[in-house]
């Protein structure tokens, strides 16, 4: 059978069409599957955005943003608070106070437990400050007036990614304008900083010097300053396996997100200006953010180490795996732990930050290794739930995420409602982000261009010479401290083996005389 070429192209558009199909029934799939195509394929592009805090009348809120101020469940977010509902919630928090006042006074034995009981929660604290920002017309100048500016360029491909916050504090009529280029370097193994307007700061502040130092120069006249590892250091990091293990981490951070968080929502002004085609939102808390870090943790653990495992990088040290390793743990600690540790030991599903942080191959004693897991386990889970306490009413992040017909990520919007019970005023932050120009991003630090001065060179050079001397003379007797135990050691082994040799030479000549 033969098709026509009008009848090719009908069939090329259905296919297209079928393949860009957006799954509008599960929003949490769209969500994912923008996030991960913007990591794995549409990864260079620029963006730009910025980030705001208004001081707001609660009766001049509009319906969008006052439905933002809602905390119940999903299902009942729509239905405001009654004021008898309110009234009681303040009785019941009143009474709360008092008796918790009452056994404070009774006993003082135990601080801690003194300290949870007093706690302020965020609405209380929200109060204090909407009630002393409405008494100084200043701060309500700068609130209008300031925010926060991001501006940069992404090429995953190349391993770059360009960051330009800028700070913007001003009343109506004067004010402050601050901004610092970043940009990270995979390939180059370095961070570049623009820090030509913070030499001189730099060089009072950081290193004191009185004597105006040739790099603190350079930096002022445009030269960049960057970090990274110095050229004498024998350590070197697994940086790339740092970043290839990104993915995995970040589908971890995905797949934790609970599908019914998620819901698509009519198009708004700013997506009508990014011209989508989808605006799919995700609500979450404080909590279901460190969940799902956790989560990210995880992932990225185990794919760190299944990289150090079958595909280790040329050059670098098992000490320096370790020590990147260490860190990770640093990081499954303040997350906190799995809690089924602490409950069911013979629970193998009950996996923990600590296993996927710490290869157990790299310990001797797996038995010490698995009662650290656990001790860590249980310690991290009840610093969570300490945590879950503190933040358990802070108010929800709606994030809004616009989609074009593809499914091709045009812009981020995050916004959050700071209300208290009493004010008549709210805090209203909202931060938006466009993506444009993909497939040819634009970077402004450019390293082949512009010449760059090392931060390490720049601190030597801010050493004074008997300062320089010592810090030689401190390295030398380090070093000549470590041959010299290492001679020791070796020492010792020689004399603790001549006594038994000894010995043994003595008893031959004494068989002999008694044979005779």
Same mark, same amino acid.
Request: glycine share 4%.
């Given at each position: 059978?033969?098709?026509s070429p009008l009848m090719l192209s009908c069939i090329a558009v259905a296919v297209l069409s079928a393949c860009t199909t957006m799954d509008t029934k599960r929003p949490d799939q769209m969500y994912r599957n923008a *996030?991960?195509?913007?990591?794995?394929? @549409?990864?260079?592009?620029?963006?730009?955005?910025?980030?705001?805090?208004?001081?707001?009348?609660k009766n001049n809120l509009d319906a969008d943003t006052l439905a933002l101020t809602q905390t119940a469940a999903p299902a009942a977010a729509s239905v405001p608070v009654a004021a008898s509902d309110a009234e009681a919630v303040d009785a019941a928090a009143a009474v709360a106070k008092e008796a918790a006042a009452? *056994?404070?006074?009774?006993?003082?034995? @135990?601080?801690?437990e003194s300290h949870h009981r007093e706690r302020t929660t965020w609405n209380e604290m929200y109060d204090e400050v909407l009630t002393e920002a409405g008494r100084y017309p200043l701060v309500q100048s700068f609130l209008k007036n300031s925010n926060v500016r991001i501006e940069g360029a992404v090429d995953l491909p190349q391993g770059k990614v360009e960051m330009i916050p800028s700070m913007n504090m001003a009343t109506s009529n004067y004010g402050m304008w601050g901004r610092l280029p970043v940009q990270v370097d995979?390939?180059?193994?370095?961070?570049?900083?623009?820090t030509q307007g913070y030499a001189g700061w730099m060089q009072a502040s950081l290193f004191g010097s009185d004597k105006k130092l040739d790099g603190i120069k350079r930096l002022e006249e445009g030269a960049l300053l960057e970090i990274k590892q110095p050229e004498d250091m024998k350590e070197r990091y697994p940086v790339r396996s740092l970043l290839r293990a990104m993915p995995k981490g970040l589908e971890a951070y995905l797949n934790a997100m609970e599908a019914e968080k998620f819901s698509l929502q009519p198009m708004d002004e700013y997506g009508r200006e990014l011209r989508a085609a989808y605006r799919v939102q995700v609500s979450y808390d404080a909590i279901d953010s460190i969940k799902w870090s956790k989560a990210?943790?995880?992932?990225?653990n185990q794919e760190f180490?299944?990289?150090?495992?079958?595909e280790p990088e040329t050059g670098i040290s098992e000490k320096s795996y370790n020590e990147v390793k260490s860190v990770l743990l640093l990081g499954a600690m303040m997350l906190g732990g799995d809690s089924n540790e602490c409950k069911k030991e013979d629970d193998s599903a009950a996996a923990i930050d600590a296993a996927a942080a710490i290869d157990a191959s790299s310990s001797s004693d797996s038995e010490t290794t698995s009662e650290f897991q656990k001790e860590l386990a249980c310690s991290s889970a009840d610093a969570?739930?300490?945590m879950k306490k503190e933040m358990g009413d802070m108010p929800k992040v709606h994030e809004d995420l616009y989609l074009s017909r593809t499914g091709r990520v045009l812009g981020i919007q995050d916004r959050m409602v700071m209300v208290g019970k009493k004010s008549p005023q709210a805090f209203v932050y909202v931060s938006r982000v466009k993506m444009h120009d993909y497939g040819n991003p634009k970077f402004t630090l450019n390293p082949s261009k512009q010449a760059t001065v090392s931060l390490w060179q720049l601190l030597k050079e801010a050493q004074?010479?008997?300062?320089?001397a010592v810090d030689v003379a401190s390295a030398e007797a380090m070093e000549a401290a470590a041959i010299a135990a290492d001679e020791a050691v070796a020492a010792y082994a020689v004399e603790a083996a001549k006594p038994v040799k000894a010995k043994a030479k003595k008893s031959k000549p004494k068989a002999k005389k008694a044979k005779s």
């Amino acid at each position: 059978m033969r098709y026509s070429p009008l009848m090719l192209s009908c069939i090329a558009v259905a296919v297209l069409s079928a393949c860009t199909t957006m799954d509008t029934k599960r929003p949490d799939q769209m969500y994912r599957n923008a *996030v991960m195509n913007n990591l794995q394929k @549409d990864n260079q592009y620029n963006f730009s955005g910025e980030a705001t805090i208004k001081l707001q009348d609660k009766n001049n809120l509009d319906a969008d943003t006052l439905a933002l101020t809602q905390t119940a469940a999903p299902a009942a977010a729509s239905v405001p608070v009654a004021a008898s509902d309110a009234e009681a919630v303040d009785a019941a928090a009143a009474v709360a106070k008092e008796a918790a006042a009452a *056994v404070d006074a009774d006993s003082d034995a @135990d601080d801690e437990e003194s300290h949870h009981r007093e706690r302020t929660t965020w609405n209380e604290m929200y109060d204090e400050v909407l009630t002393e920002a409405g008494r100084y017309p200043l701060v309500q100048s700068f609130l209008k007036n300031s925010n926060v500016r991001i501006e940069g360029a992404v090429d995953l491909p190349q391993g770059k990614v360009e960051m330009i916050p800028s700070m913007n504090m001003a009343t109506s009529n004067y004010g402050m304008w601050g901004r610092l280029p970043v940009q990270v370097d995979a390939k180059r193994e370095s961070i570049l900083v623009d820090t030509q307007g913070y030499a001189g700061w730099m060089q009072a502040s950081l290193f004191g010097s009185d004597k105006k130092l040739d790099g603190i120069k350079r930096l002022e006249e445009g030269a960049l300053l960057e970090i990274k590892q110095p050229e004498d250091m024998k350590e070197r990091y697994p940086v790339r396996s740092l970043l290839r293990a990104m993915p995995k981490g970040l589908e971890a951070y995905l797949n934790a997100m609970e599908a019914e968080k998620f819901s698509l929502q009519p198009m708004d002004e700013y997506g009508r200006e990014l011209r989508a085609a989808y605006r799919v939102q995700v609500s979450y808390d404080a909590i279901d953010s460190i969940k799902w870090s956790k989560a990210l943790l995880q992932g990225y653990n185990q794919e760190f180490l299944r990289l150090q495992r079958e595909e280790p990088e040329t050059g670098i040290s098992e000490k320096s795996y370790n020590e990147v390793k260490s860190v990770l743990l640093l990081g499954a600690m303040m997350l906190g732990g799995d809690s089924n540790e602490c409950k069911k030991e013979d629970d193998s599903a009950a996996a923990i930050d600590a296993a996927a942080a710490i290869d157990a191959s790299s310990s001797s004693d797996s038995e010490t290794t698995s009662e650290f897991q656990k001790e860590l386990a249980c310690s991290s889970a009840d610093a969570f739930e300490e945590m879950k306490k503190e933040m358990g009413d802070m108010p929800k992040v709606h994030e809004d995420l616009y989609l074009s017909r593809t499914g091709r990520v045009l812009g981020i919007q995050d916004r959050m409602v700071m209300v208290g019970k009493k004010s008549p005023q709210a805090f209203v932050y909202v931060s938006r982000v466009k993506m444009h120009d993909y497939g040819n991003p634009k970077f402004t630090l450019n390293p082949s261009k512009q010449a760059t001065v090392s931060l390490w060179q720049l601190l030597k050079e801010a050493q004074s010479p008997e300062e320089e001397a010592v810090d030689v003379a401190s390295a030398e007797a380090m070093e000549a401290a470590a041959i010299a135990a290492d001679e020791a050691v070796a020492a010792y082994a020689v004399e603790a083996a001549k006594p038994v040799k000894a010995k043994a030479k003595k008893s031959k000549p004494k068989a002999k005389k008694a044979k005779s």
